[in-house]
């Protein structure tokens, strides 16, 4: 008896960590998201960027991301090392499935859309994010 309580409590603490993984990466993202509302207005371009431009600028703002969270925690929520590798896959997942929701729910409201707001952007920034965090966290 005891040792099925030890593996619930075990089960348990694995799926608080990978969800404070995925909650810390999905705050980035909406803060990123806050972030590139405000500053894109003043460049608007007639044309809009290129996607493999655009992809890129994800990806770094995912890193930066990643490297901001690192030092404000540096130890990762995640400890066991099958868990981050599989923490690579399932949290950009989680949060570009996310972001392409918002984007759902702020074009149904008629509300302007940025990249960020569709699964593919939203994986990109997760998914750097998260690579950092694996790569340099404790």
Request: proline letters at 4%; a neutral charge.
């Amino acid at each position: 008896m005891e040792i099925i309580a030890e593996i619930f409590i075990q089960l348990f603490g694995w799926v608080f960590e990978l969800l404070g993984e995925l909650l810390l990466q999905a705050f980035g993202e909406l803060i990123a998201e806050l972030i590139g509302r405000s500053i894109t207005e003043p460049f608007r371009r007639p044309k809009p960027v290129h996607p493999v431009l655009a992809t890129l600028g994800y990806a770094i703002f995912g890193a930066l991301a990643g490297g901001i969270s690192l030092w404000l925690l540096p130890s990762l929520f995640i400890a066991a090392d099958w868990l981050r590798a599989l923490n690579l896959v399932v949290t950009p997942l989680a949060a570009g499935l996310m972001m392409e929701r918002l984007g759902a729910w702020r074009e149904k409201r008629n509300q302007a859309t940025i990249r960020l707001d569709t699964f593919a952007y939203g994986f990109v920034f997760a998914l750097t994010m998260a690579l950092v965090r694996f790569n340099w966290g404790h």
